[in-house]
Every structure is written in structure tokens, then in C-alpha cells.
């Protein structure tokens, strides 16, 4: 069982930058894993952002974001991280990371394990 904790998240303005990080714990080998993460704002579907397959050569990103964000992954340190740039108050949202053994998808029901979120603001 997979324990994924994200952390990273605050207020920040317009223009601003933010990196989320969510470590996970046990389960097999981190380096096994497809990544990704996913975000919802209140009153909306739980959205794709990015995602990164095992091996860490391959991501994907929803349009709204590419240019903006980077994902990767630090397998030493059972890691991965979401980098945020350019933020832009449609941004805000709780940002979830989320792990699976088979292949990154942009579906979340696709994705086996789950960590509780992370808190991003940005104001105008």
C-alpha cells in the first residue's frame, strides 16, 4: 500500500511560483511507478495537470499549463514534484498527486493511489 503525502502548497500571487512536492512511502519500488497530478477547484471534476511515466523521459501536460509547469521525479528520494510558474489566479485549487503501475493516463480513475491534496491560492 502506497502512502503519498503532498506538500508545497500556499498563497501566492499572480505571477508568482510555487513547488509542490509528494513523497511516497512504502509499497514497491518508486522508480515502478507512473506519476501524476491531478487538481480541483471548488465545485469541479477533479482535473489532469501532468503526469510522467516511470522511466521519467516521457510527461504530458494539459494545455493550460504547458510552458507554465514542470514535472519530474527524484527516484533516490521516493519524489515527485510539481513546479509552478507564471501562476494565474484560474490555478487555485487542492493539487493531488497520484501513483500507478501501469501507464500514465489523464483519467483519475486510472490511478490506483491517492495522497489528500495540497492547498494552491493565487490571487489577483
Request: with cysteine; net charge neutral.
Amino acid at each position: 500500500q502506497v502512502q503519498l503525502v503532498e506538500s508545497g502548497g500556499g498563497l501566492v500571487q499572480a505571477g508568482g511560483s510555487l513547488r509542490l512536492s509528494c513523497v511516497a512511502s512504502y509499497g514497491r519500488h518508486f522508480s515502478e511507478y507512473a506519476l501524476a497530478w491531478f487538481r480541483q477547484a471548488p465545485g469541479k471534476d477533479r482535473e489532469f495537470v501532468a503526469d510522467i511515466t516511470w522511466s521519467g523521459d516521457i510527461y504530458d501536460y494539459i494545455d493550460s499549463v504547458k510552458g507554465r509547469f514542470t514535472i519530474s521525479r527524484d527516484d533516490a528520494k521516493n519524489t515527485v514534484y510539481l513546479q509552478m510558474k507564471s501562476l494565474k489566479p484560474e490555478d487555485t485549487a487542492v493539487y493531488y498527486c497520484a501513483a500507478d503501475l501501469d501507464r500514465c493516463t489523464r483519467s483519475p480513475k486510472d490511478y490506483t493511489y491517492w495522497g489528500r491534496g495540497t492547498q494552491v491560492t493565487v490571487s489577483s
